[in-house]
């Protein structure tokens, strides 16, 4: 099987620090020869290894505006999140019609989709068809993180596409009223917040294809509008989404649509982790919806970001103040808006395909990581000892990789010289 992922390494800026070995919520990158590698199967795109490097060698592989000139009419889909890497006192409305003079020949807001997501989510849980707590599907790195690590929980995620899927959907809808165009001649551009969207659309896990053409960074989104936006004069009425739509945004933004009183909002990976495991081992009780981010405060976080994670959670609930007296009623469309297939958990290729071999394999790695400090460093090049051992039984590394078996042997080997160099002296006297 043939794995897209947004996240990738420039290996020429790599200077084989251990970073992202340390942040990776997934053990999907090592550090060999001097340089990481990232192991494809594991990763979830997203973005820690991105935020913490300080060598800026892992890239994104987002599109470019050159895309807009492979259709017609091009449409651009900035996330809410969008909204917060500029001054409050600029409104939304203003920053829409930015769009519009950097070349695209119309907007239409995510922020509107997010309302028609929350109105099916209302209705969904309203039904009582789907069990509890129910865990949000609008992360993909979240729900691609749940079918590497928690599959037994994804009977439990709200079987709701996305957001930028939902708007997408009503963006060709109306783009096809307005121009008489077909599918294929129309672009829709979605101005992504992080990478984990960026792979959602190049490999949906919910949709045979997704409703998107094609995902612009936040980063280069900004750089182009940031120096027109004080000058937008003769602004056109764009905006549209209020108050519910806009605070998606930030962590609880999703609760606060989902029409229920017993929720939970998580936000930074490594506690969407540890919430993760107490759902599975069932110490979360009395919970009806839980809303799960990967990136800290919320898509406001989002490493394709530029603006501090906090300061832009500010500025998205200031911003969607201003939009709490727009309220334009949704429909609660739930099939039209629900999954097209169902996500399963990932088989991971085991040690051995002959189950002998691999329970063998599996008494190997037991004693190798009982040789070993147990103290995860990483200077081996690996996020822990266990990794370390698993790496050794596959055939990626050696016991010579870590440091603290190395020193032993350097001091044995030192050792026998000396005695040899002794025996030596002895008897030439």
Known sequence: MT??????????????????????PTEAI??????????????????ECIRVCQSHAKIVAADDFSMLDNFKYNIAMPAPSFYSQFRCEISVNRILNAF??????????????????SAATRELIASGNIKKPVISSACPAVLRL??????????????????????????????????????????????????AKVTSIKSPLTLEKSNVSGAISVKDAFAKIRPIIDDIEDELPLAVSGYEGIFWARSGGECKGSGVEDYIAVDGINNVLQVLEEIEYGKVNNVEFIELSACTSGCSGGPLNIV??????????????????????????????????????????????????????????????????????????????????????????????????????????????????????????
């Open 30 to 47: 090592r550090v060999r020869r001097g340089k990481a590698k990232i192991i494809k199967q594991r990763c979830i795109d997203c973005g």
């Open 146 to 195: 749940m079918r590497e690590r928690f599959p037994g929980l994804l009977g439990n995620v709200l079987s709701l596409v996305s957001p930028m899927e939902a708007a997408a959907m009503l963006a060709r809808e109306e783009a096809r009223k307005k121009t008489g165009l077909c599918d294929e001649e129309i672009g829709v551009f979605f101005i992504s917040p992080c990478p």
């Open 3 to 24: 794995y897209f992922h947004s996240v990738t390494l420039d290996a020429r800026k790599c200077h084989g620090c251990t970073n992202c070995i340390d942040h990776c």
């Open 308 to 429: 501090n994670p906090f300061i832009a959670s500010r500025r998205i609930a200031q911003q969607s103040k201003k939009r709490s007296n727009v309220s334009e009623p949704k429909i609660a469309d739930v099939e039209r808006f629900s999954w097209k297939k169902p996500v399963e958990g990932r088989k991971h290729s085991g040690l051995d395909d002959d189950l002998e071999k691999a329970m063998q394999k599996m008494e190997l790695m037991d004693e190798l990581y009982e040789r070993l400090p147990k103290l995860d460093c990483g200077s081996c090049g690996a996020p822990s000892c266990k990794a370390l051992a698993e790496d050794i039984v596959r055939g990626f590394a050696s016991e010579n990789d870590c440091i603290f078996i190395m020193r032993e042997q350097v001091k044995k080997l030192a050792k026998e010289l000396y005695e040899l160099n002794e025996s030596f002296d002895a008897s030439a006297k």
């Open 100 to 117: 519009i003079k950097i070349g695209f020949d119309d907007v239409f807001e995510v922020a509107r989709g997010a309302e028609y997501i």
